[in-house]
């Protein structure tokens, strides 16, 4: 084997594994897994993938490939963006960060602060997933992530 073949076989390698991270970090055990590790941590069973969920929420992720912009399409779902290689593992990541913004004895978030992708992760009752990723014009990465059934209930504690 020439050295020419032995160097092309080495980028495709090294392409190969690069793909491989990405979509490592995107399947729906990975989006599961950060779900599923903030309930058990707060005392509440895990959720399942649901396809159609999937599906709805990769439908709308592919709508928004024009403008890339956070626009809720309803009521339970979680919306993120971001450059490089924003994965959905970072994006579930994000909002399981906002978890010191919740105070649990008032049901409420912080003054002037994000809590609700949180709550919407760790409400008990929301028991199926299903989240879609999507490369948007602009280079930078849309994830949509559907609840069901939806969470984050005026009055009402996620657990």
Request: with cysteine.
């Amino acid at each position: 084997m020439g050295l020419f073949n032995i160097s092309l076989l080495l980028i495709c390698f090294m392409v190969l594994a690069i793909f491989h991270s990405c979509d490592a970090q995107n399947s729906p055990q990975d989006y599961l897994a950060v779900h599923n590790d903030a309930r058990a941590q707060v005392g509440v069973g895990p959720m399942s993938w649901d396809a159609s969920l999937a599906t709805r929420a990769q439908n709308y992720a592919n709508s928004r490939i024009g403008d890339c912009n956070l626009i809720q399409s309803g009521a339970g779902e979680s919306l993120a963006k971001g450059e490089g290689d924003y994965t959905g593992r970072r994006a579930v990541q994000s909002w399981v960060s906002e978890k010191p913004n919740y105070n649990y004895a008032t049901n409420q978030c912080a003054s002037e602060k994000v809590c609700r992708h949180y709550t919407q992760i760790v409400w008990s009752n929301s028991v199926r997933l299903g989240c879609g990723r999507a490369l948007c014009n602009n280079g930078w990465w849309f994830i949509s992530c559907n609840y069901d059934p939806v969470g984050n209930w005026v009055g009402q504690r996620p657990y």
